[in-house]
């Protein structure tokens, strides 16, 4: 009975916080405004020289890439990454929201060592002490319109990020870079340029698709682990879209469904190269094109033709 009643207050203090958080710019990048409103504690965050970043726009493949990076670091022991779910493993940095929810910085401040850190900021608003501090950063890129679709469903499921509106709307707005975290285009584009002068490895979503256990190797190399083919196999298994959709310590199921609305879409929801194909019309598409080369213009970074 005082565990239902508990119960009862915890979910009536999460429902007072959950909301459509408005956008408010920090540096010109549009943020939930929880997140603005306690934007000095992340520009100041202090790193530590064995801090790994994981950094992604939204929708890339984050906790795809951090599924990986937890077990690479725990020698492919399962259990192990099976402890706690995701955003306890790897907190999120820049995440705020009010109490009962609580900051990324917050948890990360008094994490023992070595910090596994997530964060969705474009590289000029990760915290400079990240690059004084030398720390390795992985980023994982996934093209423009599959990045969009995901990022609409989730959005459509996520009770406290700005409604997406309709499809239409939102692919305006995706372009205009006036989604959380801003644009795509400057954001892929700003790790690219910047791995020449850090220690950034740059993963593409689609190469994961394509052979995982390749990447895996590549991450694996770059956080100089030494793993037995054997057990890169293994990570390779666990990571797999069915297996991590029945993770629910990968999948976010312990979210609240007050929070992730699981009637619109779920987390895992297809794991897919060039699902975007079933929902652009020709006429999307073809604006979409047009414009991502103007904004594309001068960079080498290309993404595998997924048309
Ligand atoms: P879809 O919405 O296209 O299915 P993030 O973790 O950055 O929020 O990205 C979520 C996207 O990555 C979702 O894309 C999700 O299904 C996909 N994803 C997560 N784990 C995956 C896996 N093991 N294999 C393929 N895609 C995965």
Redesign the pocket.
Known sequence: MANTKANDEALQQLKAVVKRYPLVPVHGIPLMEPIAQRWASVEKFKARPDDLVVA?Y???????MQEIVDLILADGNTEKSRRVPMHVRMPFLEYCAPPPLSSGVDKLVNAPSPRLVKTHLPFQLLPKSFLEKNCKIIYVARNAK?NL??YY??DQMNLMQPDPGPWDRYVKKFMEGTVPWGSWYDHVRSYWEEKANHRILYVFYEDM?EDLAREIRRVKDFLEVDLPEDVVQKIAHH???QV?KDNPMANYDTVASIIFDRTKSS??????VG?WKNYFTVAQKEAFDADYLQKMEGTTLRFRDVL
């Not at 939204?58 to 795809?64: D, R």
């Not at 987390?267 to 897919?272: A, H, I, L």
């Open positions: 992604t939204p929708k890339a493949g984050t906790t795809w599959d679709v995901s469903f989730f698709k990571t797999s879209f991590m987390f895992m929801r297809k794991g897919e699902d």
